[in-house]
């Protein structure tokens, strides 16, 4: 070998060694910045929405338990979690001169492990003070391995209060979707009695 090159291939070889590791922390900062990332994520719902309001997202699964933002992990035994919470105008980001970068107006329920049965998914306005109405939004379900979409519904809030089922669907035992439906039902209601008739936790008496 050339005694000339052993150099430059040394150089050569600390690159590559530095780029390696540098791959290896991007990688191990997305994963760490996004706790979807970490877990095995069957299915996502997300529900995205204009304006600076406050809209909360509300799953219940088979098995009674309920995720949102006042229970983000389901209870115990849960296999799915509020995995983003958005705040409406304070999820907005804005640069030095207060003009609006990056509006993001979204909240995710990641689904880890399959319960068998069904799951309904509800919209709560939190308030819809700052945005006139009626206020559009809509709710996904996302498959995240093979990637689809397979519900896809748009509503409409008109007051702050209001709760509405977007949809049910329901998973046999092995993950695979087997009827949906729209039918209506309340989650927070179903809160109230452990709750003292506050399940949001404002301070204030629950009104459907």
Not at 27 to 37: E, M, Q, R, W, Y
Not at 64 to 89: A, M, P, V, W
Not at 111 to 140: D, F, M, Q, W
């Amino acid at each position: 070998m050339n005694k000339n090159l052993i150099p430059f291939l040394d150089l050569l070889f600390s690159f590559l060694l530095t780029l390696v590791a540098i791959l290896l922390l991007v990688k191990s900062s997305k994963t760490d910045a996004d706790p979807a990332l970490q877990q095995n994520v069957i299915y996502q719902i997300v529900l995205n929405w204009e304006g600076d309001v406050d809209l909360d997202l509300w799953m219940k699964d088979s098995k009674g338990h309920i995720c949102g933002f006042k229970s983000r992990e389901g209870g115990e035994g849960s296999l799915f979690s509020l995995s983003r919470d958005c705040l409406g105008s304070n999820s907005t980001e804005s640069n030095e001169h207060g003009e609006v970068i990056n509006k993001i107006n979204e909240e995710i329920v990641s689904i880890r492990g399959i319960v068998e049965g069904e799951y309904i998914i509800n919209v709560h306005s939190y308030n819809l003070k700052a945005c006139p109405t009626p206020l559009k939004s809509t709710v996904k379900l996302v498959k995240t391995k093979p990637f689809g979409v397979p519900i896809t519904k748009m509503k409409e809030f008109s007051s702050t209060g209001e709760e509405i089922t977007f949809f049910r669907f329901s998973l046999d035992k092995d993950g695979k979707i087997t009827e949906i439906n729209e039918l209506t039902t309340s989650i927070l209601q179903e809160k109230i009695e452990n709750t003292n008739n506050d399940p949001l936790g404002t301070g204030f008496p629950y009104q459907p």
